[in-house]
């Protein structure tokens, strides 16, 4: 294979502009942090959330399509391994504010047709657009046009929502529970469940990846 | 032992994977596929596929934030 | 530039980490961000609130709307992008994600290849933004912080969404591709 490679053209360094950047997300931080330190705590969060996303190229929507679509499921593996280590963190919070007596904290949100709907929506968007939310963030800082132009119609498309969320209110929301499963269940079913089922779904998972990569049937 | 190319740039996921499996098809055993890339994902996940299919890979950064993948096909 | 040939840049900074790392840095991250702010990850919730400000200044009355009535909803709108939180904590997944690019020097303006771009964007943005909207968060705060949070519209998002990404995938590749 040695022989079919070009020689190497001459590639610009960047580090420097790296470090400059660096330098300007502090500066910006620490002008946070005269105005409020929970604002600098959060551009903090971001700048975290950015690099690893990008330096993983962590994507949740190849979680659901690459099985699909190569049937490559590394990354959906990925996904419920992080699901299991959030799913701890956040009980072990929940918890403490259930034995404190204190309203249980979290994202937990009414469930009914609008979620279907909303998430088949979100599901489509994001395999045609190439990128989530996250995905779409990151890909805007690398310097892909085509998300910066997603963006733009992602925020058009939120702000749709919010329009529109009045008739969405009337007609499913108000009539939907939220329904946090500890409640149903109790804590230790909810939770304990909750890690063993996310754990067969990696085994699942694994096995329909050695089905596909076993099969001639590749293509979709 | 044939050469081909495959011109993947400005493409986002995944379509640089399902271009590169369909003409991954139409190699014969031996024959060399050059995927040029710029899309970061794509630098991970097509030699992830082609090291999962068996192929031999390799990955070679050209350009700032441009690579190009050689997969040979080897079965 | 000798540190740039050193074998632990190469691997930290260079090149790409496995999806474990970051699938644990992520976790952990979340689970840090909940704790010091009460509320896990999310993304799309300031992207409503950009759009409001931008219709406020055009003369738009978006605070009239049933959504603005909320009060975390309502308190944002008088807010700017410099000092709603997760519209800052959005600005920093940018910046965040320019830095790890810059560092690694792998930074590069991809322009939009064709007129089928265009219209992916433009379409998958809408849809993914009224979305989110109306199932209470996207990939992160419905899926990632949602079914973390063991609540049931975590689980049905993500089983709705995996329906919709297979229908995006057949329009994807008889369309798009």
New interface residues.
Partial sequence: ?EA???S??K?????P???A??VL?VIIGII?SK?SP??A??????????????????????S???P???G?T??T???I???????I???A??YSAYLNGDTI???????GI?????????????????????G????????????W??????????????????W??ETFISKSP?????DVFGWGI??FG?LVLLGLIFIFVEWYEYKR?NTKN??? | MAEYRLDCLGEACPVPLLKTQKEMEKLKVGDVLIVEIDHSCAMKNVPEWARNMGYNVEIEEVDDGQWEVYIEKTK | MKLQEHPFFKKIIKDAWSYWTGAILLAVLNVALFAFSGHPWGITTPFSYWGAWVFKALGGQPENWVYFQNPSHAKALEQNIFTNAGSIQNIGIILGALLATLLASQFKIKKIKSYKQVIAAVLGGLLMGYGARIAFGCNIGAYFSGIASMSLHGWVWAAFALIGAWIGSKLLVKYFM
């Fill in positions: 294979m079919v490679k070009k190497k053209k590639k610009a360094n960047q580090f502009y790296g470090i950047l660096l997300i946070l105005q929970q604002l705590v959060r551009w903090a969060f971001g700048i975290a959330f950015g690099f690893v996303l990008q330096k993983a190229r962590f994507c949740f929507t190849a659901f399509r690459d699909v679509l190569t490559s590394s990354l593996r990925a996904v391994v992080a699901l299991m280590i959030a799913t963190g956040f009980a919070i929940q904290p979290g994202n937990i949100s009414p469930v609008h979620t279907a709907i909303g998430a088949a929506m979100f599901g489509i968007g994001m395999v045609i657009a190439g990128g989530c939310a996250s779409t963030l990151m890909r805007v800082g690398e310097g892909y046009m085509m998300q132009l997603s963006l733009i119609f992602f925020i058009i498309g939120s702000l749709w929502g919010a329009k529109d969320f009045e969405w209110t939220q329904v946090f499963l500890p909810a939770f909750q990569f590749l293509s979709v």
